[in-house]
């Protein structure tokens, strides 16, 4: 996305949190660069997206809705259409593709793997090696895989579409979800006053009722029934079947190998005793967050598939199923305390740190900011626009929460945004430029289509996989949130997104594995065709470092690796340990040891292998810092470099329901 698109946003997600949240693609994924890109059943792959610098090639693979109802059975089945989107290898066009292309999925649950390749595909291939085909797939109800989960666009004209995709029916859904959400983004956090948990709870279960409405339209047929987790990873079995299909049909065919695609008419020795031919028919998978569960999953229903699956950033399965996933919040108020050291350790480079300062006096200060937040709301008129605004306590403490998930930008911005506040010049925030995400083009002039909502397809992957579903009464409801608040002094932040299940009633055709029975503690751990490997960090604000350790302890020989960071995924950090473990386990086949676990209750008295991380808040990584050392290669070096490609394409993920912190330039403030 342009600069100018952070630098808008940041302003909102200061000031109003973002409330209002589009995702923007660039394209029109049927017509992509003036390509008509019809869907089929077997791979086609279409050149796309001149504009960029890499040969981008584009597919629409047509599987079914309900694999229990298969295409071949009856014309009339339904079907998904997934968007894919390939950055084939470097050499691809001398050699040849992968034998398996590596799938990518950011997490979500809604996240847009195609958008998540356009943007980091290069750096990923600097990660796990130049000659690997990278494939970003948006799972079904996500993105421009079709159709799409969308509460809000109803068929309000006669004769419209099930999925009201006519361009009246969404600019009309468009400006029902603006009126809602600004309706919404006035509740606060759960307990921002008497009645906000109340209110929160009585909007989830009204988003409920609208998606109900909806399903109800396309009754067995409706997506919203068919976008859980089990049928995305039975989609993924579907695009490495599908490739191998195709390149198999390239193999036979030697008509079909233009330069454009290109394989040799002979293979060297060298390449049939590349190792990588081993993963032939398997998946070979890089999932975070959400995508770890995804691919957890996938590894249970066909543990013979399994080429290489890394796990970052490890979701606890036997929690997310259930009614409220209390564990997820561990770490944070220890991800939260580190803002204060390191704040602290930077001394006058952090903006929110004063002479003399001890660590507990920043801590103090910082309350002190937030009483008189919560007491005296800041009125903002957006110099730009002349829009008005209202920055809350609710409002900042949630951009704290996702401060964490990224603290070496994150905590920079947080402290700045203190400093502001402390000094009483909160009015500086009205001079950054409005997001041009709020222009009423996107409702006025039919634009909508160009958008689309990962809140919708969250909760309908997110509630559609609960095996229990949170159908409480309030007083019920209330309990769990004193449950929540005991783990986590955010609990009023992560029960904003855990609420929107309250009241969720669609059925899911294939509900989610009953992780907590299977494969955990009365079944062996599943054996895979190739182990797994997961990451944590020792400091994640929402999977904690407890469920990489349970995790990998529910698959046979699953290696797990602790990076020495604070923040979701390993992404929070560079770190060149963990990158060489990452590139020798796609490359090589090495896998981390299986971690020990503790005896007893506390796992994480056990043993596992650690990196450090290489970069922290204030003090960013710095080649030439390396080079000086002269303890890393010049190729390493350009993969330190490539990771932050990845942590830009990676804060544009819209992760649990929360709308990140998009960076931007804090040179505004530089002269306050």
């Not at 006669?158 to 009309?172: F, H, I, L, T, V």
């Not at 005991?486 to 055709?509: E, H, N, R």
Request: aromatic share 10%.
């Amino acid at each position: 996305m342009a600069r100018d698109y952070y630098l808008g946003c940041a302003v909102y997600v200061v000031v109003m949190g973002c409330s209002i949240r589009y995702v923007q693609f660039r394209w029109d994924f049927v017509r992509l660069g003036g390509t008509n890109i019809t869907p089929s059943e077997k791979l086609e792959w279409h050149s796309c997206f001149p504009e960029f610098r890499h040969a981008f090639k584009c597919a629409r693979l047509t599987v079914p809705m309900d694999y229990h109802r298969p295409l071949n059975a009856s014309e009339n089945n339904p079907k998904v259409h997934i968007a894919l989107v390939m950055l084939p290898g470097v050499r691809a066009e001398t050699e040849g593709f992968s034998k398996s292309p590596m799938l990518i999925n950011p997490g979500g649950p809604g996240g847009s793997g195609v958008d998540f390749v356009l943007g980091a595909g290069r750096s990923l291939q600097q990660i796990v090696g130049e000659d690997q085909d990278i494939i970003g797939f948006d799972p079904r109800g996500v993105g421009v895989t079709m159709p799409r989960v969308d509460c809000f666009s109803f068929p309000y004209a006669a004769g419209g579409s099930a999925d009201g995709e006519d361009k009246d029916d969404y600019a009309r859904g468009d400006y029902h979800r603006i009126l809602y959400t600004a309706q919404l983004s006035g509740v606060g956090l759960p307990n921002s006053s008497s009645t906000a948990l109340r209110s929160r709870d009585a909007h989830a279960k009204l988003m409920s009722k609208l998606c109900a409405e909806k399903d109800s339209l396309s009754g067995k047929d409706s997506i919203f029934r068919h976008a859980q987790t089990p049928s995305v990873a039975r989609d993924m079995l579907s695009i490495v079947d599908a490739w191998d299909e195709w390149t198999d049909g390239l193999e036979k065919d030697q008509s079909k190998l233009a330069p454009e695609l290109g394989y040799s008419e002979e293979e060297s020795e060298e390449k049939i005793r590349d190792s990588r031919l081993d993963t032939k028919g398997k998946l070979v998978y890089w999932g975070f967050s959400y995508g770890t569960l995804l691919g957890s999953t996938f590894a249970s229903m066909f543990p013979d598939r399994v080429g290489r699956l890394v796990l970052d950033g490890v979701v606890d399965a036997d929690q997310y199923v259930s009614s409220v996933w209390f564990g997820s919040q561990t770490d944070m108020d220890k991800a939260w305390a580190s803002f204060f050291t390191y704040c602290h350790t930077a001394k006058s480079a952090c903006r929110f740190y004063r002479d003399g300062d001890k660590v507990e006096d920043i801590d103090h200060r910082y309350q002190a900011v937030m009483e008189e937040l919560r007491e005296n709301p800041l009125p903002l008129v957006m110099r730009d626009s002349m829009m008005p605004a209202i920055l809350t306590v609710s409002d900042f403490r949630l951009q704290i929460f996702m401060s964490a998930y990224a603290p070496i930008w994150g905590f920079p911005l947080i402290a700045t945004a203190l400093d502001i506040l402390d000094r009483k010049l909160g009015e500086i925030l009205e001079f950054i430029p409005t997001p041009p995400s709020y222009d009423l083009k996107h409702v006025c002039e039919h634009a909508s289509p160009q958008l689309y909502y990962p809140g919708d397809a969250q909760k309908a992957t997110l509630c559609g996989d609960k095996r229990y579903p949170l159908n409480h009464t309030f007083s019920e409801i209330e309990d769990m949130f004193g449950e929540l608040a005991k783990v986590s002094s955010f609990a009023d932040c992560w029960m904003s997104v855990l609420i929107q299940c309250s009241g969720y009633t669609i059925p899911s055709i294939d509900p989610p594995m009953r992780w907590d029975d299977h494969p955990a503690h009365r079944q062996k751990p599943i054996k895979t065709s190739f182990p797994l490997f997961y990451i944590s960090n020792s400091a994640d604000p929402v999977t904690p470092l407890i469920a990489g350790v349970k995790m990998a302890s529910k698959f046979v020989d699953a290696g797990l690796v602790e990076q020495n960071s604070v923040g979701h995924c390993s992404l929070a950090a560079r770190s060149i340990c963990t990158i060489r473990k990452i590139r020798a386990y796609f490359r090589e086949g090495k896998v981390p040891a299986a971690p020990v676990p503790g005896k007893g209750k506390n796992l994480l008295d056990g043993e596992w292998e650690k990196c450090e991380a290489d970069e922290e808040p204030w003090h960013q990584w710095s080649g030439a810092e390396r080079r000086a050392n002269d303890d890393i290669e010049a190729a390493e070096l350009e993969r330190m470099t490539a990771w932050g490609g990845i942590q830009n394409a990676f804060e544009r993920v819209d992760l649990w329901g929360q709308d990140r912190i998009n960076r931007f330039d804090l040179g505004v403030w530089s002269n306050v």
